[in-house]
């Protein structure tokens, strides 16, 4: 069967990519169609990313599945992929054509015979908070990480039960099909490759950093990525963009863009994407409330090629407001109403806007930054990306651990680094 995640070790394959999102998934996929062995490592329960968060995407504006169902699908059809989900790169030592990788695999408590029935649920009595909708939402600590999930299998978070697995015994006992695995063991497996691909994406810069826009203060303040959750139909509120601290409509919203963005104290460089997500999210909540008032505050707005298009479609909606403004300051003026300061960045003259809600447009930080590629050769550059130099040493970057990008970007990435470790590799 394809995809097992079998446990052999050593194993070895044509290339190992780390990261199961659009870019290493395509990284993955275009290799594997072209007949080499690949071995995908995701650290998260399930593969898709950042992208299966979203509600819609664009350039299509359509919802993630009808991108990443169709990858799944080439998934299982290709028994030359193998993947390893909760799992993470320990080390990578060798040279490009013959890598050693140390994945630590840990254990995820449910087998493969998990048919999502969802009978354990009750049975457990231990709640988390769901990193899926950034804490919107609660799951018991034997979920199913999203109602998309690849693979479509319950996991266990046992931080959640404090690292005590006896507190499933319940669950265990009334699972139907004996998929739960009260001593499924952590595993260090180790692989022989001929290459690597980098494509670890990113994480949502910590809004609670910036000081003067109270993220965390104000319930009513939230992030772009929140909203991306709210607006989705699988999110915490289903799909109704409601206000956190009430549960209304929000009738008039503010989006502040460049939020922790291109600021030496913050973020340095420009995400390049938040822009086309807030004028994106302005357009699920005109469909959502055809009477609301949005309030875009941009430096500039940038909107590169085609995306031209989309700015000057919604800048038509008289309902929209696009101001050029630095947000200064968010201020809570009662019953979950806040106040947005900004400065005109031209003039300097300073407005006021209330507001029910407003929305963060924060950026894209590399998870290489935190986590970067455990090899003393692989640079990063002085953000957190990979250097575009990693490449010539055997490990390639792709999507946004290489630089802020888009989906259609990043897959273009993938099949770049799929072609080049082929390239790699026949010369050899
Ligand atoms: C608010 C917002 C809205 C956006 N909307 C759009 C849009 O509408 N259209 C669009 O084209 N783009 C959009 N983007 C950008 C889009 O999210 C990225 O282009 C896309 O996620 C890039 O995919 P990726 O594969 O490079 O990374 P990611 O989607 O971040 O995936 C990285 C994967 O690597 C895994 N991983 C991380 N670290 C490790 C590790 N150490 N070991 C193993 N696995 C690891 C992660 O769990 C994840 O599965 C938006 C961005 C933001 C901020
Ligand atoms: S672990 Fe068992 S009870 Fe829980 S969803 Fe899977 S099959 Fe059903
Ligand atoms: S894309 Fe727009 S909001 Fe994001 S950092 Fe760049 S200018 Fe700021």
Redesign the pocket.
Known sequence: MANMETGSNPLSADLLVVGGSMSGITAAIEAAETGKDVILVEKEAYLGGRVAQMYHYFPKLCPPSCGLEINFRRMKDNRKVRMYTLSEVQNIEGTPGEFEVTVKKHPRY?NE?????????P?CDVERDNDFDFGMSKTKA?Y?PHEMAFPM??AVDIKALDGDISKLEE?AK???????VLDDKEETLTFQVGAVVWATGWQPYDAHKIDNLNFGKYPNIITNMMMERLAAPNGPTKGKITRPSDGNEPKTVAFVQCAGSRDENYLPYCSGICCMASLKQTTYLRELYPDSQIHVFFIDARTPGRQEDFYVKIQEDDNVHIYRGKVAEIEDIGEGNLKVKAENTITGEMMEVEVDMVVLATGMEPNSRTSPPPNPKVQLDEYGFVAPGAEDIGVIGAGVAMRPQDVVASVQDGTYAAMKSIIAKARR
């Open positions: 449910v015979n998990c048919t999502c029935c969802g009978l354990c649920e049975a034997i199913l299998r319950y669950a009334v699972c139907p099909y004996d998929a739960v």
